[in-house]
Structures are given as structure tokens and as C-alpha cells.
Nanobody, 121 residues
Framework: QVELVESGGGLVQAGGSLRLSCAASGSIFSINRMGWYRQAPGKQRELVASVTSGGSTNYSYSVKGRFTISRDNAKNTMLLQMNSLKPEDTAVYHC???????????????WGQGTQVTVPS
């Protein structure tokens, strides 16, 4: 069984910074792509940023230049450094792992429970 746990959310004033962490646990051999998604009230879940095991990154237009994603393949952890936060960044942020291989073979995709980020207007 693979589990993703996020941490680091909270309330921050506009212009401030937060760093989100995601830790994947279980009998993991490798994870192809890890990413952060967010869902604001009344809106669909959207991709914020993703990173492959080779280090290739992808960002949504709305966060490019303000957020930085990184991962540690050896530790199965991922970070999202969020700077210059705006009220429109307010959402629940979910960690996602795609293409997970465990010691017993391919295991699929996983989601974390989410962590709330609030930026008051």
C-alpha cells in the first residue's frame, strides 16, 4: 500500500510564501511523475505543477515564475515552494503520484488527502 501525506499548508498574507511537502511511503521502487493539484471551492481540480523522475517540470500558467517544484527520488518526497502568493491561490492542494512501481510491480496512481492554503484578500 502506498500513502501520500502532505504538510505545510496554512494561512499567509498576500505576497507571502509557503512551502508544501509531500512524502510517499510504502514499498515504493519508483514513481514516474509527481505533481501538485489544487481545488478551490466550486471549481474543478487543476494541475499546479508536476515533475518527472528525470527532473522535467511543468507549471500552470497562473503559477509560473512564482512556484517551484522539486523532488527527491531517493526519499520519495516532493516540495512546492510558493512565493508571491495571491488570494486566487487559495485552495486545497493535493499531492499526486503517477506511475508508481512498488517492489511487487506496477501499482498505479495515488492521491494525498490535501492541505489547505489560504491567502486572504
Amino acid at each position: 500500500q502506498v500513502e501520500l501525506v502532505e504538510s505545510g499548508g496554512g494561512l499567509v498574507q498576500a505576497g507571502g510564501s509557503l512551502r508544501l511537502s509531500c512524502a510517499a511511503s510504502g514499498s515504493i521502487f519508483s514513481i514516474n511523475r509527481m505533481g501538485w493539484y489544487r481545488q478551490a471551492p466550486g471549481k474543478q481540480r487543476e494541475l499546479v505543477a508536476s515533475v518527472t523522475s528525470g527532473g522535467s517540470t511543468n507549471y500552470s500558467y497562473s503559477v509560473k515564475g512564482r512556484f517551484t517544484i522539486s523532488r527527491d527520488n531517493a526519499k520519495n518526497t516532493m516540495l512546492l515552494q510558493m512565493n508571491s502568493l495571491k488570494p486566487e491561490d487559495t485552495a486545497v492542494y493535493h499531492c499526486n503520484a503517477q506511475g508508481v512501481f512498488t517492489t511487487t510491480g506496477p501499482s498505479g496512481d495515488y492521491w494525498g488527502q490535501g492541505t489547505q492554503v489560504t491567502v486572504p484578500s
